[in-house]
């Protein structure tokens, strides 16, 4: 699990996903990074002790590294998911996570009601409750892997 351990949000989502492996019984390799130099560090680490595969929690440094996190999946063949579909389309093999349309449409509607005059301590707490997985065909084929039927049924964007 890569994220950015600088970041107290992207530690409290690792921590999240680390806890939920773990009662599904998989084991987690914590690699967080801090800056940019941190992921030769990172990818050492792995290389060291080779994972199955790869979470990537996405903030503006994950983010801004993902090339390099697609290139050392492709490179070792590691099935790798990331958060959000935009990485799937730009290379990543698959995601899934909150659908932004959705949440966008939230946050204008809360955005609405400051507006006419609510204090924002008076709204809601909302959590997402549609979630979208997209899958990259043309990365599963580079990293040799057969995609099953049922799980390419089951996606809402499929990347050719």
Known sequence: MLWN???LGMTLRYRASEAGAQALGVQVQP????EPNDFDQAFAAMNRDMPDAILMVTDSLTLLNRKRV?????AHRL???YEFDFLVRDGGLMSYGPDDRESFGRVAALVD?????????????????LFRFALNLQTAKALDLTVPPTLLARADEVVE
């Open 113 to 129: 009601r400051i507006l006419k005059g609510t204090k924002p301590a008076e709204l809601p707490f909302e959590q997402p409750t």
């Open 31 to 34: 690699v967080g990074v801090r």
């Open 79 to 81: 099935p790798a998911i």
């Open 5 to 7: 351990a600088d970041d």
């Open 70 to 74: 697609f290139e050392f999946a492709a």
